[in-house]
């Protein structure tokens, strides 16, 4: 009786963890699928990653020495990949498009877009855009505000 009531709990526990570890797994492999995409972008203009962050769909990254910015975004048609060298950027421009809800009892902030705008020195080129966050994609943040305030933040640092 003792060994059929451990062998039951170990078959539960069995079927609880599995699944976390599963999901824990996936979710490293898709990290370093996406880290490595980034890694391939830089390398493409003789560079390294020093510095990196992956949040959600995205990851973003940055080469600290020769001051080049790298971003991957994946989307449901394909991924997009982008890179900046900061040498050739004039300024930094924070897009972060909010809109107003009023309910009868309160008032909130919805975040519909979060993108770095980079405005090049040579008015000939365009302008390059990073989208952090679509409300029209992503149905809520994740995490991304957050990364999106730091990144910025270190972009203007090596801009000064």
């Given at each position: 009786?003792?060994?059929?009531?451990?062998?039951?709990?170990a078959?539960?526990?069995?079927?609880?963890?599995?699944?976390?570890?599963?999901?824990?797994?996936?979710?490293?492999?898709?990290?370093?699928?996406?880290?490595?995409?980034?890694?391939?972008i830089?390398?493409?203009?003789?560079?390294?990653?020093?510095?990196?962050?992956?949040?959600?769909?995205?990851?973003?990254?940055?080469?600290?020495?020769?001051?080049?910015?790298?971003?991957?975004?994946?989307?449901?048609?394909?991924?997009?990949?982008q890179?900046?060298?900061?040498?050739?950027?004039?300024?930094?421009?924070?897009?972060?498009?909010?809109?107003?809800?009023?309910?009868?009892?309160?008032?909130?902030?919805?975040?519909?877009?979060?993108?770095?705008?980079?405005?090049?020195?040579?008015?000939?080129?365009?302008?390059?855009?990073?989208?952090?966050?679509?409300?029209?994609?992503?149905?809520?943040?994740?995490?991304?505000?957050?990364?999106?305030?730091?990144?910025?933040?270190?972009?203007?640092?090596?801009?000064?």
């Open positions: 009786m003792n060994l059929g009531s451990t062998i039951t709990g078959i539960l526990v069995a079927i609880c963890v599995v699944p976390v570890v599963m999901m824990e797994h996936k979710r490293k492999k898709k990290e370093r699928k996406t880290l490595q995409s980034l890694i391939n830089a390398n493409q203009h003789n560079c390294k990653v020093s510095k990196h962050e992956i949040c959600g769909d995205f990851v973003i990254g940055i080469d600290e020495t020769k001051k080049h910015v790298f971003f991957s975004k994946q989307l449901a048609d394909g991924v997009v990949n890179s900046v060298n900061l040498a050739d950027v004039k300024n930094c421009v924070v897009q972060n498009a909010t809109r107003r809800i009023v309910n009868k009892d309160s008032t909130t902030n919805v975040v519909d877009k979060l993108e770095l705008n980079f405005i090049p020195f040579d008015k000939s080129k365009s302008d390059i855009t990073m989208e952090f966050f679509n409300s029209e994609i992503n149905t809520q943040l994740n995490g991304e505000l957050q990364s999106f305030e730091s990144w910025s933040k270190l972009i203007k640092s090596y801009l000064k």
